[in-house]
């Protein structure tokens, strides 16, 4: 613990966190790392180079790892799926901004992206506070948004051709099988008591009450607002290099400037609750 070191990345949220061989995970460590993740939404280490099973246990220290529903888990572990961009592929996996998974009923607390193989240039992850989404709308804007619910679909175009080449070299049985989910736009983080906007271009397609076409103006606004330069971090990847973010008040969007060149990663996500 005297090793640990937590430095900021940016002004909205973000940080590194240094001294740390999460193969080698104790309790008080492991519950520094909880509140690290909660005070800076979305945490990054350097130089873990995990196996399955050690990624796997610090994953089970943070939380309840649970599958993911279009993409097989590698073999011998269920939960942690493969997130893979090839050297002939064009589209990278989930390259839109996104919460994730939130067409499910209880959407993932946070999610963990391990560096397996990483392009020569390119290939970053940017993330966005939803916090500071919420926050900086007008006080009219934030008491109509609090009243309304949003309806998010696993099937939205956009997002469903990210998925294209993954599911056809390790989709589950299920893969085609469409989901759609109730949440509120705005919801209450259940540790911090923060707001924070709930909404995503990926998966929401309208507003409950209201039709799509209806929605559409004001998701238009809300989707380019929410990720404002001034609300995002940066994180440029190593091999070896670990990311955890809080899906609760998180979105990321991974960068795909890296044609001709191979990225490889592990991704393990944890259970959460019903959005409140």
């Known amino acids: 613990m005297s090793s640990l070191a937590i430095h900021r990345i940016a002004g909205a949220l973000g940080a590194e966190i240094f001294g740390v061989d999460l193969s080698r995970l104790t309790e008080s460590l492991a519950a520094a790392i909880r509140q690290a993740l909660l005070d800076h939404q979305v945490i990054f280490f350097r130089d873990q180079n995990l196996s399955p099973e050690h990624f796997l246990r610090f994953a089970q220290a943070m939380g309840q790892p649970v599958e993911y529903p279009f993409v097989k888990g590698i073999d011998g572990y269920p939960v942690i799926i493969p997130v893979t961009k090839l050297e002939h592929e064009r589209t990278n996996f989930g390259g839109i901004w996104h919460s994730d998974t939130t067409y499910l009923q209880q959407p993932p607390m946070g999610s963990m992206l391990l560096a397996l193989e990483v392009p020569p240039y390119g290939g970053d992850t940017l993330f966005a506070s939803q916090y500071l989404a919420y926050e900086s709308l007008s ?53 911090t008591g923060r707001k924070a906007l709930y909404v995503n271009i990926a998966h929401t397609s309208h507003f409950k009450g ?3 076409e209806e929605s559409a103006p004001l998701l238009h606004y809300l989707f380019e607002h929410q ?11 190593r091999q070896g ?16 400037d890296y044609h001709g060149f191979r990225r490889a990663m592990h991704r393990i996500t944890l259970a959460g609750d019903t959005p409140r």
């Open 210 to 212: 209201m039709t799509p």
């Open 227 to 237: 990720v404002k330069p001034e609300f995002t971090c940066r994180f440029a990847w």
């Open 139 to 191: 006080d009219g804007m934030r008491s109509l948004l609090d009243g309304l619910v949003a309806v998010n679909s696993s099937a939205k175009a956009d997002v469903s051709k990210t998925r294209e080449d993954r599911i056809a070299s390790d989709g589950r049985a299920d893969a085609k099988k469409e989901y759609v989910a109730e949440h509120p736009a705005v919801r209450t983080h259940p540790e």
């Open 241 to 256: 290099s670990l990311a955890f973010w809080d899906n609760r008040c998180v979105q990321h969007n991974p960068v795909n």
